[in-house]
């Protein structure tokens, strides 16, 4: 009766360290993904200039904006959100800019931006544009 009960309690703790060590990974890939989404929107307002003339109204430096996005490390996120995040990049990467004005298809930044948030979410992580 007590190996039995040794067992058991074997293996609930064993289940535990498991639970344990699963959360822990998880916080870990949610934290990351944190630090890659910050480092986003810094790399974005960095890459943001004032038009000249309109000291309200700025102009996103495609070139440069996609230079940082690939700076950005994503050590430690989980493979999903690091598949997302390089098409978020290749989608950004393909755009170009004629005096200023964004081409491309208008569609494509906001379903790659969507799905990004879509793959974040997965590991409680939500952010604003």
């Known amino acids: 009766m007590k190996k039995i009960l040794y067992v058991l309690l074997g293996v609930v703790l064993a289940l535990v360290v498991v639970n344990l060590v699963t959360q822990g990974s998880k916080l870990k890939q949610s934290n990351a993904i944190v630090r890659v ?6 790399a974005y307002e960095r890459c943001s200039h004032p038009i000249k003339n309109n000291s309200n109204n700025t102009r996103l430096n495609l070139t440069e904006y996609t230079a940082a996005l690939k700076t950005i490390d994503t050590t430690d996120c989980p493979q999903k959100f690091i598949i997302a995040w390089n098409e978020y990049i290749d989608v950004i990467a393909s755009k170009r800019t004629v005096l200023g004005i964004l081409e ?4 494509d930044a906001p379903i790659a931006d969507s799905h990004l948030r879509e793959v974040a979410s997965d590991y409680g992580v939500t952010f604003k544009k």
Not at 37 to 42: D, S, T, V, W
Not at 104 to 107: C, L, W
């Open 37 to 42: 989404i910050n480092a986003r929107k810094a």
């Open 104 to 107: 491309g298809s208008s569609n």
